[in-house]
């Protein structure tokens, strides 16, 4: 069996900042469903937040300026001192990125150019046009490929093994054979992303079905906040793709079906530029309320920054808009419509991403530390997955300074052949549903009962929709039977844990019966502090799902009413 130091599962921006911070001293290995580089970090576009105050208007920005807005931006679900550590370190972290070769985009002085997002004070979002998430990734893979991290390409990690509340290894599916391997490792970080995919019109890639997070539960790692979903508001109407909130960054407007800047009736401070949760639910009701465009969609309109600043600062979102709409901002309003978007809950972990399991880290979007609280501020995100890629380098390096002990073979043995026999099975299955169907009526009932607004009536239709689609799993059977990339197989263990997390999102918001950021119920409209100032936990039990709630914690910032 081949052993590591450390496994890192995920070759998006959080596995491979931690797998750069550890791979000089350890053997370390990098596992993901895909090359690293078609990892969903490529498709981020608008930039990372740090308070360099570089930009007109910044120059008394600080981190503690970025940490109230955050915190504010959370609707105050979010863990003060982890916000606290991101916020103090992000400049730092951002100046190595630049070491390590990141061409940002520059202001006139050669400094890191800087732009408004939402929910933010100061213009602190650090970017590289519209493709920021792309020069990162290939900055930190090409770190990676200078540092030799061992990759294993195409695999699927089914299985997190622990013993005595320790590490021992993982168990996983090699795409090209078909074979299913175990490894022994005396850490493992947990770095898959999120979960879009488990909705309808998501912004998010094909592979984000959260089956890291789902690996995590059933291994009996708690999920907190899972209840808290991300709908960003502008993706391009039909396909969701995104369009960056930097388009409003930049001075975008947005226009309902009378040409008015409807932002200004819902958060007449911030306009286009509120937190997410907020424009979100304003464009959906100003759709509801028949302002929009065939009932569907509004307009993001970027004529007046003039051709100049468009190709300059937003040449992606051009190019996809003419590729996937025949619209040609320049020329033409952009519709567009809420779309699903990020996952703000996650693996649980403490400030460090340490989970309740020695040896087991989370970070990134798959984790919930919690920074992001009940709504993640735009730019935040990339933020995260460096700053606490780093953290959990710098707790790996000292756990395993500090404990020796080496994985147990016989007991990953073991293991290995229970994940075997469970794989075996679905191709032994007699059933003649298609994962594909599941899959599809999953993301559906999602979207509509579990989305921006939701209430009790339409929660509980999820609930026992979502449960009677646990039951259909059972009949869903492999029916493509050769073993080498196989994706039928891939696809149908993936559903299992779509489906895992989606009771617990749907049966955590119906529990939740306030509204907070993300999560606003119509028959709860208003957010309760002193019963739901609280972390949900969610915990995977022979006997099903089983909640329990944990306090937020709370160092300088007193909850205050949300204005903006
Ligand atoms: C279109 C779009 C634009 C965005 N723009 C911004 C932005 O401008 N600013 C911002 O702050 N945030 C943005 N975000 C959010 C941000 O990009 C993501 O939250 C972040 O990049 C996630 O990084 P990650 O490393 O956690 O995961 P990912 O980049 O999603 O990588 C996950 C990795 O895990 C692997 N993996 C998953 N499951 C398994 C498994 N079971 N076995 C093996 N491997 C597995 C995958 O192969 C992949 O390599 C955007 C998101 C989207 C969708």
Known sequence: ???????????????????????????VALFSKVHPLRSHSLAAQGGLNASLGNVPGSADDNWEKHTFDTIKGSDYLADQDAVETMCRIGPEVVYELEHMGVPFSRTSEGKIAQRPFGGADYPRTCYAADRTGHVLLHTLYEQSVKKNVEVYTEWLVTSLIIKDNRAQGITALNYSTGEIVAFSARAVVLATGGYGRGYQNSTNAIINTGSGIAVAYRAGIPIKDLEFVQFHPTTLYGTNILMTEGARGEGGYLLNNKGERFMKKYAASKMELAPRDIVSRSMTTEILEGHGFENAFLHLDLRHLGEKKILERLPGIRDITIDFAGVDPVKEPIPVQPGQHYSMGGIDTNEKGETKVRGVYAAGECACVSVHGANRLGGNSLLETVTFGKIVSNQLRDFLASSKEESDKVFLDRALVKEKQ?????FQRKGKRRY?????????????????????????????????????????AVSYKTRSLNFELINTLELEGMLDLAEIISQGALARKESRGSHFRTDYPTRDDAKWMRHTLAFFTPNGLKFDYKEVKVTRYAPQERKY
């Open 1 to 27: 069996m081949l052993s590591y130091d450390v496994i890192i599962v995920g070759g998006g921006l959080a596995g491979l900042m931690t797998s750069l911070g550890v791979v000089d001293s350890h053997k």
């Open 422 to 426: 469970r794989i075996e099975e679905l």
């Open 436 to 476: 594909s169907e599941v899959r599809d009526e999953l993301r559906r009932v999602m979207f509509t009962y579990v989305g921006i607004f939701r209430k009790e009536e339409e929660l509980n239709t999820a609930c026992e929709k979502v449960r009677q689609l646990k039951r259909d799993y059972r009949d869903v």
